[in-house]
C-alpha cells in the first residue's frame, strides 16, 4: 500500500429489523456478521467479502463508514467484556498500552488494532433505539410501511450517536 492510499474505511452495521419471514440464508449471514438481535451493531472491514454480506442483507441492516469520534464514544459506552463488564481506562492501558477511548478509536481506524487484539470483548454493541426515530435514514416503502433498509453512508455517524 502506497502512502496516498488511505487504509480500508471501518464500517459500521446495525441491525433495524427482525427474522419473521426472512430467508434461512439471511439469518445466517446475520448470525455470521454477530448480527443477532434488532438493535445490535458490529464493525466491520470495509473488504470484498464483508461488502457482500451486507449487501445479502441490505433489506434488515444499515451501514455506512463510521468517524474516529463516534467510534471512540460507541466503545466507551457500549463495548462490554465478557461477563457484561464495562471497558475501563485502567483495562485499556495493561491490555493495550493505549491512554484512552479517544486513543484506541485512532488505532482501530488506522488499522493497528482490531477488535479481535481485545481479549475478553464481546464483538458486537447492543444499542438502544435511536431518539426521534430513523428520520435521518434513507427510508424506503414498501406496502405502505416504511422501512430502514442498506447503505447510508456518513449518516450511520448520527444514527450510531442517537442510539449510544
Given amino acids: 500500500m502506497s502512502k496516498s492510499e488511505k487504509p480500508p474505511a471501518l464500517l459500521l452495521a446495525i441491525r433495524t429489523k427482525g427474522t419473521v419471514n426472512v430467508r434461512k440464508d439471511m439469518r445466517s449471514t446475520l448470525d455470521s456478521l454477530r448480527l443477532r438481535r434488532v438493535h445490535s451493531a458490529t464493525l466491520l472491514k470495509a473488504e470484498a467479502s464483508a461488502l457482500g454480506a451486507l449487501q445479502a ?4 441492516i444499515v451501514w455506512g463508514e463510521i ?10 459506552k457500549r463495548a462490554r467484556l465478557v461477563g457484561d463488564r464495562p471497558i475501563t481506562v485502567d483495562y485499556l492501558k495493561q491490555r493495550l ?37 430513523y428520520h435521518v435514514v434513507r427510508q424506503l416503502s414498501r406496502r405502505g410501511k416504511t422501512q ?6 456518513k449518516a450511520i455517524n448520527d444514527l450510531a450517536l442517537r442510539m449510544i
Fill in 148 to 153: 430502514v433498509a442498506g447503505y447510508i453512508g
Fill in 97 to 133: 498500552k493505549v491512554k484512552g477511548f479517544s486513543d484506541l478509536a485512532e488505532s482501530m481506524m488506522s488499522s493497528n488494532v482490531k477488535l479481535s487484539d481485545l481479549s475478553g470483548l464481546r464483538p458486537f454493541f447492543r444499542l438502544s433505539p435511536p431518539r426521534k426515530g
Fill in 57 to 60: 442483507v441490505k433489506d434488515l
Fill in 67 to 76: 468517524e474516529e469520534d463516534t467510534l471512540a464514544k460507541l466503545l466507551e
